[in-house]
């Protein structure tokens, strides 16, 4: 389902509560992807899985929207930005972080993420001129981390300096700044173009960037362009595909135009406290005391960056 299908059933909100609908469907959807990245790149070659995946991903956008008669017009002035864009946010952001978590566990993977995350949209935004600095925008970051770490640090950080673990956390954290960066480098471009547009042409473009470079040099991307990749595989790609790159990438520039960088990227604290619950949901895990002390406080750090309105520049 897509965002402004979602939007639209949820007239009788206002559309300050529909954006806190929709940062919910996108904590949702992003607390459950790096799992299935992690399963889809156990068997298929990280940067081909993942430019099948956003090169379709922007074919069907631009189809439904050509089909629909929606506008597919972006001023020439923003061509270069919007496809600079796409080269962050998908060319390699998703290779660099794919390859990384081949040698990093997606419980850690998720916390270099989570960490990193608000912070770098809080600096890239206040750096770039699209929200100016808050105290209270540092705190509830600051709160979030502390959080973050009461959760999973321990977990995480248990048996760190595994042979290649350091250099995929390495390359988690270079991709993760690339993104940063694009999601607000895009902002200016979401005041004039519709974030469904935005989502198509960053998608396929990147994607089939990513496509062709994997084809080229990626070790093993020609044989596994056979698509016979297993059930599992086709599963996680599947999910990444409809609820990832169809769903969540649409709502997040939605979020990051009407809000701004720095406080959609808060559901950096919601999203792992989903993946835990889920967790524990489906293998029966335990939480212990420390685990819901940790989960309340990025829940607590995200309601108090949600609570106030975007800081433009």
């Keep these: 389902m897509s965002s402004a299908t979602i939007t639209n059933r949820a007239t009788f909100l206002s559309p300050e509560a529909q954006r806190r609908v929709l940062f919910l469907v996108l904590c949702l959807v992003w607390g459950m992807t790096w799992l299935a990245m992690k ?58 972080q794919l390859y990384g978590l081949r040698h990093v566990g997606s419980g850690l993977a998720a916390v270099l993420t ?48 595994k042979s290649g673990e350091l250099g995929g956390a390495g390359l988690i954290l270079v991709g993760c700044l690339s993104y940063c960066g694009g999601s607000v480098l895009i902002r200016p471009a979401l005041r004039r173009v519709e974030p469904q547009l935005i989502a198509a042409v960053t998608n396929c473009f990147g994607g089939f960037v990513l496509l062709i470079g994997a084809l080229l040099f990626e070790p093993g991307a020609r044989a596994a362009a056979a698509l016979d990749w297993g059930a599992a595989a086709w599963g996680a790609w599947l999910f990444l595909l409809l609820a990832g790159s169809l769903g969540a990438t649409v709502i997040y520039f939605m979020l990051v135009r009407d809000w701004g960088a720095s406080r959609t990227g808060t559901y950096a604290f919601v999203s792992p406290v989903i993946a835990v619950l ?36």
């Design 39 to 96: 399963i889809g790149t156990a068997t298929v070659p990280p940067a081909f899985f993942s430019g099948v995946r956003w090169t379709v991903a922007g074919i069907v956008l631009l189809s439904w929207r050509f089909g629909t008669g929606a506008s597919l017009r972006i001023p020439p002035r923003l061509w270069g930005r919007v496809a600079g864009v796409g080269l962050l946010m998908v060319t390699f952001n998703a290779s660099i």
């Design 114 to 161: 989570s960490g990193l995350t608000p912070v770098a949209l809080l600096a890239f935004s206040v750096m770039l001129g699209e929200e100016r600095f808050a105290r209270r925008q540092a705190l509830a970051i600051g709160l979030g981390l502390f959080g973050l770490f009461v959760l999973f640090g321990p977990s995480a950080l248990a048996g760190a300096g």
């Design 278 to 313: 889920l967790g524990t949901w489906t293998y029966g895990e335990r939480l212990t005391a420390l685990d819901v002390t940790g989960m309340v406080l990025m829940l607590a750090a995200a309601g108090a960056a949600l609570r106030r309105g975007p800081l433009r520049s």
